[in-house]
């Protein structure tokens, strides 16, 4: 068994057996791998906290013939990301982007792009003042790397350039319709603004590592996150978690265990 080397960003993890982990990650080299870590959840496992959601790390891994699970050796802390597990909210909007990247890539597929965006994206979570609306952009730099980038500059239905009224947001096409073509749908879509379409556009033209910069105001952030989610949940073929999702209740319970922790004393953060 060769080892392998490569980054990673830890998606999920959970309980296996008495005292091991099943760890999914989203590596820079092998796109998206689960990996089994051996006595992690001993008390003093040699991964310390290192398997925790967010994480950023660099795995020493072993790949067994005929088996999909790896094997992690070893996985050491780049960025911890400790902050997004501090607040529910951080929590759920780093768990977003955590569960669309695992969502709509396939296991094995390497997306350099995505890893990127996904670390970037956690970056401006943690920084950010409304963390959902940062959280929505960088779904959307995810999506443009997987190939789903929204078309917002006519109508994806009829091509026309002119709405002949509204402007609305089709998930199935992926863009704009024209009020005609947005009638004839099957799925409701939602209205867009011509406010909201404007700082949707400049979003989509900018350099993902300015998007931080942009601060539209409470009704234009509302709107496009209703828009994004609804297209996320389309190309992911289903819903992902809000604040209530598997990756999320997991880090949730941690957060709260870390809090009692803190208060005994006895936390341990890298
Ligand atoms: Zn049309």
Known sequence: MPLLKTAGIVLKSRKWGEADR??????????????????????KSRFGSA???????DLDLYEKHGDSLYRISQADIRKSFYTLRDSLETISAAARLANLAGAITADGDAVPRIFHALLEGFHAVGESSDPSHSAALYEVEILRFAGYLPHLDRCTGCRSLQSGGAWFFSPRWGGTLCTPCARREPIPCPVVSPACLAFFRQALKMDPALLPRLKPGPSIRQELREVIELYVECVAGRRLPRRDGLLAAEATARYRSSRVSVAQGSSHRV
């Open 22 to 43: 099943i760890v999914t990650f989203f590596t820079l080299k092998y796109g998206k791998i689960r990996g089994v870590a051996r006595g992690a959840r001993r008390m």
């Open 51 to 57: 398997l925790e959601p967010f994480v950023h790390c």
